[in-house]
C-alpha cells in the first residue's frame, strides 16, 4: 500500500487560535476515508489545513513523502489535491460549462482538458443538459454535483470534500454519495468531512472520529457503526 497522505502530530488555528491538537491521520492511495464529529469539532479547519489555505503551527502534512505543510492551495490543485469546500465557491454569474473549464485552468493542453469534459459529463449527466445555465441558477443538489466536477477537472489523486449532503434531500444525498463512490471507484482517493454519520459509514472504507480538534476514535467504518461511542452520540442509539 502507498501512503498518500500522512499527518502527524499536527496543530493548526486561526493565528493564535489553535484549534486542531497533535492530530494524526494516514490515507493511503485509492482509500474512501471519512472524518465524522460534532459541528465546531474541527473538521472543515483539517481540510482547509492539508489543502493549503491554513498553515500547521505543529507537525507533518505529507503528500507522497513530500512535506507540504504551508504550500500554497493552487499548488497543491497542481499536484493533484483538489480541495471542494462547504461553500463551494462557484461562480454563480458564470455557465456549467465555464464553472468546469476554470476547474481546468492549469491544463494547458485543450483536448485534455476536452476529454475531461467528456469524463465528467458522462459521470453527471444532468450537468451536461445544464450546460449552459448559470451556477447560481441550479439545486442544491446540482450545485454540489458541479462543484465536484469542478474539483475532477484537474484530474487530482486526493479529493477532499467537505459536507456535501448538508441541506440536501435524502435521496440528492445519496446521488452525491454515489457521485462519490464512483470516484473512488475508479482511483481517487478521497477524504470526506460529514455530519450525517449513518450515511458516510456505509459509504466509507475507513473512518476518524474528531471530537474538541483531537482524534479520538478510528477505524473500519463497518467497526464504528456499531461502536458504542459512536452509536450513543452519533447515531442516538
Ligand atoms: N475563520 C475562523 N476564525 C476563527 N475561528 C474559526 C474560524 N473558522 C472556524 N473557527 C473555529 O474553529 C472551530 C472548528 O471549526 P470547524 O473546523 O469549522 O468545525 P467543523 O467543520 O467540525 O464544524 C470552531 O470553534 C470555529 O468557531
Ligand atoms: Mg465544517
Request: aromatic letters at 8%; glycine letters at 10%; hydrophobic letters at 40%.
Amino acid at each position: 500500500m502507498i501512503v498518500l497522505l500522512e499527518i502527524k502530530d499536527m496543530n493548526a488555528g486561526y493565528g493564535f487560535l489553535n484549534i486542531l491538537w497533535n492530530m494524526s491521520l494516514n490515507i493511503d492511495q485509492g482509500e474512501f476515508v471519512a472524518l465524522i464529529g460534532p459541528n465546531g469539532a474541527g473538521k472543515s479547519t483539517t481540510l482547509k489545513t492539508i489543502a493549503g489555505a491554513l498553515t500547521p503551527s505543529k507537525g507533518d502534512v505529507k503528500f507522497r513523502g513530500e512535506d507540504i505543510a504551508g504550500r500554497e492551495c493552487h499548488q497543491n490543485c497542481r499536484e493533484g489535491i483538489s480541495y471542494i469546500s462547504e461553500e463551494l465557491n462557484l461562480f454563480t454569474g458564470m455557465t456549467v460549462f465555464e464553472n468546469l473549464e476554470m476547474g481546468a485552468y492549469s491544463q494547458k493542453d485543450k483536448s485534455r482538458r476536452t476529454k475531461r469534459l467528456e469524463f465528467v459529463y458522462e459521470l453527471f449527466p444532468r450537468l451536461e443538459e445544464r450546460t449552459s445555465q448559470f451556477a447560481g441558477t441550479l439545486s442544491g443538489g446540482e450545485r454540489k454535483m458541479l462543484a465536484i466536477a469542478r474539483g475532477m477537472m484537474s484530474e487530482p489523486t486526493l479529493m477532499l470534500v467537505d459536507e456535501p449532503s448538508l441541506g440536501l434531500a435524502p435521496q440528492v444525498t445519496n446521488e452525491v454519495f454515489e457521485s462519490l463512490r464512483v470516484l473512488n471507484s475508479m482511483g481517487v482517493t478521497i477524504l470526506l468531512v460529514e455530519q450525517n454519520v449513518t450515511k458516510t459509514l456505509q459509504f466509507t472504507e475507513r473512518a476518524y472520529v474528531v471530537e474538541k480538534g483531537r482524534i479520538v476514535l478510528e477505524g473500519q467504518s463497518a467497526d464504528l457503526i456499531s461502536d458504542e461511542h459512536v452509536r450513543k452520540i452519533y447515531l442516538g442509539a
